[in-house]
């Protein structure tokens, strides 16, 4: 039976990441532009975030004001619960 790379990433700590980058518009720095990323990391290190913020300062001209993480940890090892037995339905 073969696991699913999917799988085994969650089991390693990966889930969905969303951050909300606030940064200021190059031409107006007095507003803030509100940009949405979504990807999987592994938290709690967050190394994709990190290169995607090393990129965005290197890059992009508009200088980050602040950034709000959320991530989720559906899966973990300690969900599991193996059980002895087996139960039979016709």
């Keep these: 039976m073969r696991v699913s790379p999917d799988f085994l990433k969650r089991l390693e700590g990966f889930g969905l990441l969303t951050a909300e980058i606030l940064y200021r518009m190059p031409d107006h720095p007095a507003f803030l532009q509100s940009f949405l990323w979504q990807t999987e990391d592994k ?16 890059q992009i001209e508009g200088p980050i004001h602040s950034v709000r993480v959320a991530h989720e940890r559906l899966l973990k090892p300690c969900d599991f619960r193996y059980l002895q037995g087996e139960l039979l339905l016709n």
Excluded at 43 to 58: C, G, I, M, N, V
């Design 43 to 58: 938290a709690p290190d967050f190394p994709e975030l990190s290169r995607f913020l090393h990129f965005w300062d290197k």
